[in-house]
């Protein structure tokens, strides 16, 4: 479910020294599954400990996860990042705002999840985002644009050696396409 560095272990048993006997961690997601979803970390004392909690087990402590975080925390990663200016822990959730859907679930699921969880992140650096608006019977995608995206001078190249590019890649034999039916409209809302 959560893997933890070695690095971020040995930070954690040394945070957890100073912390009362029996003192864990908590990993947990406030309003998973929407794109509000935050993670955190943070202390778990022995008296916060719920019954349906998830206890995982690691080198010197152990963290607690709760029922309703635990599917959003799939594939999470938490590491210790040292460079120049210091060190700092860093919490990668990447289903947190999505639940990861099984490799069984329909292509409009699957696609959706991939639009959530991979290409809008790269988008959103730009104020952007796309929407499946639906898939055809013969495999096209066709995808709306908004935010930043709209009306962007680059939205063709997006489209095509971006978005198109990764979504047959990750869907061969079920995608033959990606169609933009976004009318644009170039403003003050459009990246530049």
Known sequence: MI?????A???????????????????FVISPGTAQA????????PDAVEDDDIELEFNGFNAMVDEKSA??????????????????????????????VSADASLVERIEYVIQ????????????NI??????DDGVAVI?????????????????????????????GELTEVRDATEHQHGSHSYQ
């Open 117 to 128: 969880a991979e290409i809008n992140p790269q988008l959103a650096s730009h104020g952007g």
């Open 144 to 172: 709306q644009f908004g935010g930043g995206c709209n009306g962007c001078s680059m939205v063709d190249v997006t489209l095509k050696d971006g978005i198109e590019k990764q979504l047959l890649d990750m869907f061969p």
């Open 3 to 7: 893997t933890i560095s070695e690095a």
């Open 71 to 100: 599917p959003f925390l799939e594939d999470a990663s938490i590491d210790l990042v040292t460079d120049q200016l210091g060190s700092q822990l860093t919490l990668k959730a990447p289903n947190a705002k999505m639940r990861k």
């Open 131 to 136: 929407l499946l608006v639906e898939v055809t």
């Open 9 to 27: 272990q040995a930070h954690f048993v040394k945070l957890l020294a100073d912390q009362p006997e029996g003192t864990n961690i908590r990993v």
């Open 38 to 45: 935050e993670c955190g970390v943070s202390y778990c004392p």
